[in-house]
């Protein structure tokens, strides 16, 4: 006799233990999701204009600015084996690293002031990732077509024709790759110098590892990874919800007036079908590039480039209705039904007005610090060698060094002084011409009459000070050794 087995349902006790291995499954296939290409697609409105007109912007002043000329050199240099910084008419040595800080301050403080008003404006707008990620992209169109095409030509045989295209594409996106390395690099070694030894083949492996390092990472971010750099890499969507608050303006969907949501013809009347404004067209999702649904609410993956709300307007002028179903609002005026006067009122409010003070004072102080920097630095070094040793008519000698740095490019002469004890005077040449942009190292023999100051070390205190440039003085203190 022969006995079937017969499948059972689990009972009560093996539920929980069925269901907590369901989940578990759930949750490891989510942690280890295969990433779902985004296929954005194209939109036309007043943001993707603005878009674009950064994208222009910061393209034309990243790759126009470095072959500027300014007194006979690159405008903006970044010399780190001279140790100078050019940038115009300024040049900032190591010492001023200060200003370097500052500038970092103020950048960081201009993000907390935008993204408090607007949120995500620099995402969206001005950075990197965003502005050649809309490159790639356009060049990705103009190759492979619309986003339906793309979708087609991805999901068909792998022929000649695709293979043609995708071949186009990444020589377009690789030779953009390069030409960014390039002139990234160009910043740190004069680029008029850098092409013809890259053409030669002479490159330094330093420049060419950072040429080829700056490119690789072009392509990667802006053609591959996208929206995964933002999602996953930048650490500013993990925080940006600190500086959020109820008066931040941020893309946002008025469920109030989409939903119910549903599709209808161009004829039909929302309110006599109950539906909203929102016909589910997915028109949002389409253009968006981290491939959210912004009708599910605020998410750290939006960008805020606003490209949803150009689409979104473009199906409501279709449609016959208001535009601005998705727009820039902020929770309260959401809540409350303010109108954009009320909402741009609340801009004024003390978390933005303390950023605002603290932003300006910075930057006041910075460019007056600036202004009224003296191109001069003075260091004053004692000859170890000789402590003091006497000389002609007894008198008492001393010799130092000056590190004298000529921190503008204009050529100059200094005239050098020495006071603090009675009758102390400069005893060799006082006159040091020194080049633009240069420090040299002046020899100077001072000396006190004899029975003239205390013995041991007295203080005495150097003045360099430009010919013809009064202002131009600096003063640097020492000692003064007498024999006991």
């Known amino acids: 006799m022969t006995s079937t087995a017969i499948p059972t349902q689990p009972t009560a006790t093996d539920q929980p233990r069925s269901q907590a291995i369901v989940l578990s499954t759930e949750v490891e296939e989510a942690l280890y999701e295969v990433r779902k290409k985004i296929y954005p697609r194209s939109v036309r409105g007043w943001f993707a204009g603005w878009r674009w007109s950064m994208v222009w912007f910061t393209q034309l002043l ?17 010399d780190l084996a001279e140790r ?3 940038i115009f008419g300024l040049v900032l040595w190591p010492q001023d690293f200060i200003y370097l800080a500052v500038l970092l301050v103020i950048a960081a403080l201009s993000l907390f002031l935008f993204t408090a008003v607007a949120g995500r404006l620099f995402c969206g707008y001005a950075c990197p990732q965003t502005v050649y990620t809309e490159i790639f ?8 077509g619309e986003r339906g095409a793309r979708i087609k030509l991805d999901a068909g045989p792998k022929d000649f024709e695709r293979f043609v295209k995708k071949a186009i594409k990444h020589t377009f996106w690789i030779a953009i790759s390069l030409y960014t390395g390039l002139t990234f690099v160009g910043y740190f070694t004069p680029i008029r110098t850098l092409i013809p030894e890259i053409w030669n083949v002479q490159v330094g492996p330093w420049e060419g590892f950072w040429i080829l390092f700056y490119a690789l990472a072009t392509y990667g971010n802006a053609g591959w990874l996208r929206e995964q750099v933002c999602k996953y890499m930048c650490p500013y969507a993990r ?20 939903e119910p949501r549903g599709g209808r013809s161009r004829k039909a009347e929302p309110a006599a079908l109950g539906l909203g404004s929102c016909v589910d067209c997915s028109i949002c999702v389409q253009v968006c590039p981290t491939g959210i649904d912004i009708r599910d609410g605020l998410q750290y993956e939006c960008i805020g480039c606003a490209a949803c709300v150009d689409g979104c307007d473009q199906v409501m002028d279709k449609m016959g209705y208001p535009r ?34 603290i932003l300006g004072a910075i930057i006041v102080a910075f460019f007056g610090t600036l202004a009224l920097r003296v191109p001069l630095k003075v260091d004053v070094i004692r000859d170890r060698g000789t402590l003091a040793r006497l000389v002609d008519d007894g008198m008492v000698e001393n010799v130092y060094t000056l590190r004298i740095m000529n921190t503008q490019e204009e050529r100059r002469r200094f005239l050098v002084k020495v006071s603090g004890i009675d009758g102390i005077a400069v005893a060799s040449d006082a006159v040091a011409e020194v080049q633009g942009a240069t420090t040299v190292s002046f020899p100077v023999r001072v000396r006190v009459p004899p029975g003239r100051g205390q013995p041991g070390s007295n203080r005495i205190d150097f003045e360099v000070r430009a010919l013809n440039h009064d202002t131009v003085t600096a003063h640097e203190k020492s000692v003064f050794l007498v024999p006991r």
């Open 84 to 86: 100078k910084f050019y």
């Open 324 to 357: 601005g179903l998705i727009r820039y609002s902020t929770e309260n005026a959401l809540e409350n039904h303010w109108s954009p006067r009320q909402m741009w009122r609340r801009v004024a409010r003390p978390r933005t007005l303390i950023y605002s003070a």
């Open 62 to 78: 990243f790759y126009g600015t470095v072959w500027v000329t300014w007194n006979g050199r690159q405008a903006v240099l970044f």
């Open 239 to 258: 925080f940006q919800s600190s500086m959020f608050d109820h008066d931040t303006m941020v893309i946002t969907y008025d469920r109030e007036r989409g």
């Open 137 to 144: 992209l356009w060049i990705e169109r103009h190759v492979e």
